[in-house]
């Protein structure tokens, strides 16, 4: 009678064992990885989603901040910038000089997890996108208020279009004929067109514009506005601005990167100074709901399901993982110094 109780205990203790290990097993869908530039150490962290662990660290140049892949998904593409880093209140003319021999666009392959090769693409790029075929790549040169627009295949800038002093965000919309770019000391959006290699509209917004992300059918798009604590609703028509939407106290809140959820029917936008990851319900512009996730998110991620948030706090040199569903941060991760860009890869 005993060895059959002490079977039974066996069974459902092995049972309870095995259940609690699957549910504590990452996720399937957690097959990606997330990689963060990180623009004081000059070097990329390759994290993987089922640990959350830095897997990697690899040197890529000076200064790499923003950060995409190409439509096939086997290339990121790193901006690189020789312009030593000049924050706000800092006397510039007190800074070194410019190392113009860095500035590029890096091409990082994903299979062999190293730098392949540098991409001329004018000075000081910051951010930039890519044509949606994946042939051209749109880049901010923030230190001479232009756009350059590159080719990949032969590596030269095939044409330079002025947008406004320090440009900053870059976004190809859906249908890949228009490019906006943010002038964060204009406050303006400067629209391009993709055929024409031309400016075609200026969109005053409002102090200092950062990201934009346009809703997947093309029809509207979001502007961060980081000095005014907002978020602007862009009809892309009629080229205009037609709603303000406030995330919190002016000052306090400071509007950086933004994204949309895979669906589309949420925005995450990471508040700077504000240390929060702000929510929005994109059929009402409403904000509905707000999570602390560290010291100044600037980069801005989403897991390809949607489920995890992932941010870049530049000063505490870390990413955090946030659970969607829960709205709460899980955990941190150690990466590089000034963590600057970051994105999720499912090869």
């Keep these: 009678m005993n060895q059959r109780i002490n079977l039974v205990i066996g ?3 092995g049972l309870s064992f095995f259940l609690a290990a699957c549910s504590a097993a990452p996720p399937s869908s957690a097959n990606y990885r997330i990689y963060v530039t990180n623009e004081r150490s000059g070097d990329v962290s390759v994290i993987d989603a089922a640990t959350h662990e830095v897997i990697a660290t690899v040197p890529l140049g000076k200064r790499p901040r923003g950060i995409h892949a190409s439509p096939d998904r086997q290339t990121i593409y790193v901006a690189l910038s020789g312009s030593p ?20 666009i890096g091409v990082f392959d994903v299979r062999g997890n190293k730098l392949q090769r540098l991409i001329p693409a004018g000075s ?3 951010e930039f996108d890519l044509s949606r075929d994946g042939t051209l790549l749109f880049c ?9 627009i590159v080719d990949i295949a032969s590596g030269k800038v095939i044409a330079s279009i002025p947008v406004g002093p320090e440009p900053e965000g870059v976004t190809t919309s ?5 490019v906006y770019v943010t002038s964060e ?6 629209v391009i067109d993709t055929t024409t290699r031309k400016a075609i509209k200026t969109i005053p917004v409002g102090n200092r514009p950062r990201d934009v992300v346009f809703f997947p059918d093309g029809s509207m798009a979001y502007v961060t506005r980081e000095n005014d604590g907002v978020i602007s609703l862009i009809d892309v028509l009629k080229g205009q601005p ?4 406030e995330l919190g106290p002016q000052g306090e809140v400071k509007p950086m990167a933004v994204i949309l959820s895979p669906d589309a029917t949420k925005a995450y936008v990471s508040a700077g100074r504000g240390k929060r990851v702000y929510e929005i319900d994109t059929a009402t512009s409403m904000v509905t709901a707000s999570v602390e996730v560290g010291d100044r998110p600037w980069g801005i991620a989403l897991s390809p399901d949607g489920k995890t948030l992932y941010t870049a706090n530049g000063p505490s040199n870390d990413v955090s ?8 941060v899980i955990k941190k991760i150690k990466v590089g110094t000034g963590p600057w860009g970051i994105i999720t890869l499912q090869p």
């Design 140 to 148: 901010s040169n923030e230190d001479v208020a232009l756009t350059s």
């Design 11 to 13: 069974l459902v203790l």
């Design 124 to 126: 000081d790029p910051e």
């Design 185 to 190: 000391d204009a406050g303006t959006v400067v």
């Design 242 to 245: 037609i709603q303000t939407i």
């Design 174 to 178: 859906p249908d890949g004929k228009l």
């Design 85 to 104: 880093i000049a924050g706000p209140g800092v006397d510039e003319t007190k800074l070194p000089p410019a190392d113009k021999k860095a500035d590029a």
């Design 321 to 328: 993982v946030v659970d969607v569903a829960t709205r709460t």
